[in-house]
């Protein structure tokens, strides 16, 4: 009788993952168009869909109303903590991700458009190898939660340091310093999860000024906490 009522119960555990696998495959797929060729979209949605089975057996129904409500945010943070897990940025790549940025923006200045790999290789010295491995781990961190960029760094011990609300505030007053079509941008990329492509074709600006202006902020923020 035991054994009936826990293969009953199982089974409808499983139905309910069933169910909401299509959703989870959906927000691996809107996650991978945010990253570069090197993240494999069937990694994100394999990892999504382990979380989402063990969440389904062991949801509770009486505690919470909604199991996608519930589910939404863990799953997608299981996908976060995968992306955490390949190391992308080791104390090396950290200070050559901030040389390019800093190669691309004077070349910008110059020339008005951002620099390929041959020529980031030519203008800092460095194998072009190296840089396309950098600006790799660079792209992949940017989809993180804006907390994580800011412990990235040296800088990380700083802004460890500073209560949540205490950033909270330093980021509305950064915010604050950019135009209100600037702001979209970060709140388009942020907080409705769209790629570089969505947001250009959104705002008619190229996706090269949306990842200056983003990286931009970062900075900003860095700055105004003293990192």
Do not use: C
Not at 20 to 39: C, D, G, I, T
Not at 81 to 99: F, P, T
Not at 175 to 183: D, K, M, P, W
């Amino acid at each position: 009788m035991i054994s009936a009522y826990t293969q009953d119960l199982k089974h409808k555990e499983d139905e309910l993952a069933i169910q909401y696998l299509p959703a989870v495959k959906a927000m691996a797929f809107r996650l991978k168009e945010r990253l570069p060729s090197s993240v494999d979209y069937m990694d994100l949605s394999a990892i999504g869909t382990e979380e989402l089975i063990k969440l389904a057996r062991r949801y509770d129904e009486s505690l919470n109303d909604s199991f996608w409500g519930y589910a939404k945010k863990r799953v997608y943070g299981a996908m976060l903590d995968y992306l955490r897990s390949l190391d992308i940025v080791s104390r090396a790549s950290r200070k050559l991700i901030k040389a390019i940025d800093y190669a691309i923006e004077e070349h910008r200045a110059i020339h008005d458009e951002e620099p390929s790999d041959e020529e980031l290789a030519l203008i800092i010295g460095e194998d072009i190898e190296k840089i396309h491995e950098a600006r790799i781990a660079s792209s992949i961190y940017a989809v993180m939660p804006l907390h994580d960029q800011l412990q990235v760094g040296d800088e990380g011990a700083s802004l460890a340091n500073i209560e949540k609300e205490e950033l909270i505030d330093v980021i509305k007053t950064v915010l604050g310093l950019y135009s209100e079509r600037e702001q979209m941008i970060i709140q388009l990329y942020y907080f409705e999860e769209l790629s570089l492509k969505e947001i250009s074709d959104v705002l008619g600006i190229t996706e090269s000024r949306i990842s200056q202006i983003h990286k931009s902020v970062i900075h900003k923020i860095k700055e105004s906490v003293g990192a």
